[in-house]
């Protein structure tokens, strides 16, 4: 058996993403994935043989996405962050969320949604969510958050993206960045010691 062609496995995951942000997972199958990543027919179902595998895959392939984002935001600043450097590192993150990565963030939470539907992908979404808190304890060295102020964050961070995406009229026009920053800064105000 060839060796598994890992850049067309994550164009098919993409595509993936892709077909949930536009149609939900309702409209997810391998023919649909096929026609958006313009791969021949059948493709998806060689990397993915069931649309479960499918389901699976495109989770794990936005999460990973987002824990890449946020190392990517991080790596920016030098040094150990404090309160405030947190703030800004996931202000921008929120930022991108809702921009640059809408459609992902889109296809992430009705994944989420999914899961609460099919056990079989309710079971994959605390392995692939705990398997990322690495990143995020890493992402906020220098502060040493205690696991509650890090759920927090977590929480929080979650819920800003999906009001910004699906409601942001009870933003009241403030921007989702800024409200994340204050936020931040009250939740993290006991880590700097």
Do not use: C
Not at 71 to 83: E, F, I, N, Q, Y
Not at 117 to 140: C, I, K, N, Q, Y
């Amino acid at each position: 058996m060839p060796p598994i062609n890992e850049e067309r496995r994550a164009l098919v995951a993409d595509a993936a993403l892709d077909v949930i942000a536009r149609l939900g997972t309702a409209g997810l199958s391998h023919r649909s994935v096929d026609e958006a990543a313009g791969v021949p027919n059948g493709t998806t179902s060689n990397y993915f043989r069931t649309r479960a595998a499918l389901l699976e895959a495109a989770l794990r392939r936005v999460v990973g996405l987002h824990f890449g984002w946020i190392t990517a935001s991080r790596a920016k600043v030098d040094g150990p962050l404090d309160t405030d450097g947190i703030a800004a590192v996931m202000g921008a993150v929120v930022e991108q969320a809702t921009t640059v990565h809408r459609a992902q963030y889109i296809a992430m939470f009705e994944l989420a949604l999914e899961s609460t539907r099919r056990p079989e992908l309710g079971a994959v979404m605390p392995d692939v969510f705990r398997s990322a808190v690495g990143v995020l304890t890493d992402a906020h060295r220098g502060v040493d958050p205690s696991p509650l102020e890090l759920r927090m964050v977590a929480m929080f961070y979650n819920g800003a993206v999906f009001t910004s995406l699906v409601v942001p009229q009870l933003l009241g026009g403030l921007e989702p960045g800024d409200i994340t920053r204050s936020m931040l800064r009250l939740v993290l105000a006991g880590a700097d010691r």
